[in-house]
């Protein structure tokens, strides 16, 4: 005697289908043809993206592709008024920004250790008193990326957003980066990064060009 093969039938298919898609994590933030247009034309558009826990976004493309605006809107600090954006309640303290240059920088006045002490004041959490006394002015492209990047973790956020990533760094400093970000995505904090060129470490990839 043999045993038959065991032939899944269309309802089974269906039901496991839909048994993984219950498991899967919802999104922090999706897009659904988002796109900002503005009496001189479309700064994006047709922008259709999910960003789930520990997956990392890379928005890449040149200067005016609209890739700074896009990575503000998916924080919540851009407003659009083409598509729909789906963000998380209290948006504002799920979704943090690292370093934005323009945006969101560190205080020029300020030292690396007065960033961090006000940072948990702010937070109200208590943690390990940080000595160092750079002021922020003096520090280097990749040193505010991460210095950024350190407090955007204080807040213990879902996202994290980081623009300008190839912008004046060095070849080595891109690629430890890119690491540093690499391993906040795999921690489970979901990720989005803009750069010129894509990352090498992202598991998404999104090429944003020039509007007309």
């Known amino acids: 005697m043999t045993d038959e093969p065991v032939v899944a039938t269309e309802a089974d298919v269906v039901e496991e289908a839909e048994a993984i898609i219950e498991r899967a994590p919802l999104p922090v933030v999706a897009a659904h043809n988002l796109g900002l247009r503005t009496g001189r034309g479309w700064v994006f558009r047709d922008v259709t993206l999910a960003v789930h826990p520990g997956e990392m976004i890379c928005l890449a493309g040149p200067a005016a592709s609209g890739r700074s605006s896009l990575l503000l809107a998916l924080a919540g600090r851009f407003t659009t008024n083409h598509g729909t954006l789906t963000l998380p309640k209290q948006h504002w303290k799920h979704l943090a920004l690292g370093y934005v240059p323009g945006v969101h920088e560190p205080e020029p006045a300020l030292t690396v250790g007065e960033h961090f002490r006000e940072r948990r004041v702010l937070l109200g959490r208590k943690g390990e008193r940080n000595t160092d006394r750079t002021l922020a002015r003096d520090l280097s492209p990749f040193q505010r990326h991460v210095l950024c990047l350190e407090l955007a973790l204080l807040g213990r956020p879902r996202l ?16 430890s980066f890119w690491a540093m970000l690499r391993e906040v995505a795999d921690s489970g904090i979901a990720v989005v990064a803009a750069s010129r060129e894509p990352s090498p470490v992202a598991d998404t990839v999104l090429t944003l060009t020039k509007e007309k």
């Open 160 to 175: 994290i957003v980081v623009d300008d990533v190839d912008a004046a760094l060095t070849a080595d400093e891109q690629a």
